[in-house]
C-alpha cells in the first residue's frame, strides 16, 4: 500500500491523474494550504496541489526571479515553463510569502512570452495576514470570489448542498489523519518519517475518495507492521518540504521522524470544518484560523505553545528547524524558536538549504549526524 501512495506523492502527473483526465474531467492546481480544496472538489474539479518537486534545473526561474529568491516558486515555475504542467485546467495563486506573490506576476510575464504556460484560468487568491472577526469576513467574500470565478469559467454550479457534502469528506480525511499522527508518534512507531511524509503528500494529488481507501488500507497494514525501536527521536519544523527523499538522508539509520510542523505536513490536515450553518463561512474560519505559518501577524507564542505541545506528546528528542534559503519568514521564526526551546532544554538544530535540484544532501547529512551526536551525548549526561 506503502508503494501506491509514495509513487503519487513522487509522480507529477500520476496515475490517479492521468485517470481523472481521461475521464473528461478538470484539474485545477493551487499552490498554498490556505486554499480550500472542498470548493473544487463540490464543483467536480480535482484540487491538486502545486509542487516545484521533479526540476532539474532552475534556469527559467532564475530568468524570471533573480538570483535572491526562494528556489520553491522557482522551480515551479521552472515545470511550468518546461510544460510540466499542461495537465492543469487551471491554477490559484495565494501570496503565502512575497516569493509566492512575486510567483504569480513571473507566471503571468511568462505565459505572455511563450504560448501554453499559462492555463486558461489563472486566480489570485488573497489570504488576510490575520485571524479576526473582519479577517474572517473578508476571506468569505475572497472565497464567494473564487467560487463565481471557478462557476463562470468551468460552467459549473457550486452548491451549498455539494459543499457541504465536499467538506463532511474531507473531515473524514482529517479524522483518519489524527488515527494516523497518534500511530506516528507511539514510542514504537510502525513507520517512519519518509513513509509518513508520502502518505500525506498523497492527499494532495489525488481523488479524495479514492485517498480516504488508500489510507484506510494503510492504517489498517500499519497496525500489523514491524515497529522501529531504539532511534532519535526528531521533529521536522520550518519551510515547505515535499521530498520525501529528504526526509530519509536526514533519518538514515540513527533517527526517526516522529512529528512535524510542515505546510505539506502535519499543518495540512489538523482541525476539522464545522458541518452545520453557512459552508464557505465554515471553510474560511477553519482555513485561515488552522494554519502555523509565520505569515500570521502577532502568533508567534501560540505557534511556540503548538511546538512545545508536540515535542512533549511525541517525546521528542531533538527539533530540526530547517528553511530553505532567502525564506525570510521561517528564517526569522526559526531563530526565535532556537533561543526559546533551547531555554526549556530541547535540543534544536538550525538547517538553510536549497530546493529540489539545488539541495546539498551530503552536508545536510553531516549536520544531522552532528546533531544526533550531541543529542546522545546529552542522553548520556543525564
Not at 526528531?234 to 536526514?250: E, H, P
Not at 519568514?329 to 538547517?351: K, Q, T, V
Request: proline content about 4%.
Amino acid at each position: 500500500m506503502i508503494k501506491e501512495l509514495l509513487d503519487a506523492s513522487t509522480v507529477l502527473n500520476n496515475k490517479h491523474v492521468i485517470q481523472w483526465k481521461k475521464n473528461g474531467k478538470k484539474v485545477v492546481g493551487y499552490t498554498c494550504s490556505y486554499v480550500p480544496d472542498e470548493v473544487f472538489h463540490a464543483a467536480g474539479i480535482l484540487p491538486f496541489r502545486i509542487r516545484g518537486f521533479g526540476a532539474a534545473d532552475t534556469t527559467i526561474g532564475d530568468t524570471y526571479f533573480g538570483p535572491f529568491v526562494c528556489s520553491l516558486p522557482k522551480c515551479m515555475l521552472q515545470l511550468a515553463g518546461e510544460g510540466k504542467f499542461n495537465f492543469l485546467d487551471g491554477v490559484i495563486i495565494t501570496p503565502g510569502c512575497d516569493s509566492m506573490r512575486r510567483l504569480d506576476e513571473c507566471w503571468r510575464k511568462a505565459g505572455s512570452d511563450v504560448d501554453g504556460v499559462i492555463p486558461s484560468f489563472f486566480f489570485h487568491y488573497g489570504v488576510p495576514h490575520k485571524y479576526s472577526d473582519y479577517t474572517i469576513k473578508w476571506l468569505t467574500e475572497e472565497t464567494h470570489r473564487l467560487i463565481a470565478a471557478v462557476e463562470e469559467h468551468f460552467k459549473v454550479k457550486i452548491t451549498d448542498e455539494n459543499l457541504h457534502r465536499s467538506i463532511k469528506l474531507y473531515n473524514q480525511s482529517r479524522m483518519l489523519l489524527d488515527r494516523f499522527e497518534a500511530m506516528r508518534t507511539l514510542d514504537a512507531p510502525p513507520f517512519n518519517g519518509e513513509d509518513a511524509l508520502a502518505v500525506i503528500l498523497a492527499g494532495t494529488t489525488m481523488p479524495r475518495e479514492e485517498y480516504n481507501s488508500l489510507l484506510e488500507k494503510f492504517l489498517s497494514e500499519a497496525e500489523n507492521s514491524p515497529v522501529i525501536k531504539n532511534r532519535v527521536r526528531l521533529m521536522l519544523v520550518g519551510s515547505a518540504n515535499d521530498d520525501a527523499g529528504l526526509v530519509r538522508v536526514m533519518e538514515g539509520e540513527k533517527a526517526v521522524v516522529v512529528a512535524d510542523n510542515l505546510c505539506f505536513g502535519s499543518r495540512f490536515y489538523t482541525d476539522q470544518v464545522e458541518e452545520s450553518g453557512d459552508p464557505v463561512s465554515a471553510l474560511s474560519k477553519r482555513y485561515l484560523g488552522h494554519n502555523d505559518c509565520p505569515r500570521m501577524y502577532g502568533d508567534y507564542k501560540r505557534r511556540l505553545d503548538i511546538l512545545v505541545q508536540k515535542v512533549e506528546k511525541a517525546k521528542i528528542d531533538g527539533v530540526i528547524l530547517q528553511n530553505i534559503r532567502f525564506c525570510d519568514l521561517h528564517g526569522s521564526e526559526n531563530g526565535l524558536f532556537e533561543r526559546d526551546l533551547e531555554a526549556m532544554g530541547i535540543p534544536c538544530m538550525r538547517l538553510e538549504r536549497e530546493y529540489g535540484p539545488l539541495v546539498e544532501t551530503g552536508r545536510m547529512k553531516m549536520r544531522v549526524d552532528a546533531f544526533i551526536e550531541r543529542i546522545h551525548q546529552k542522553k548520556a549526561i543525564a
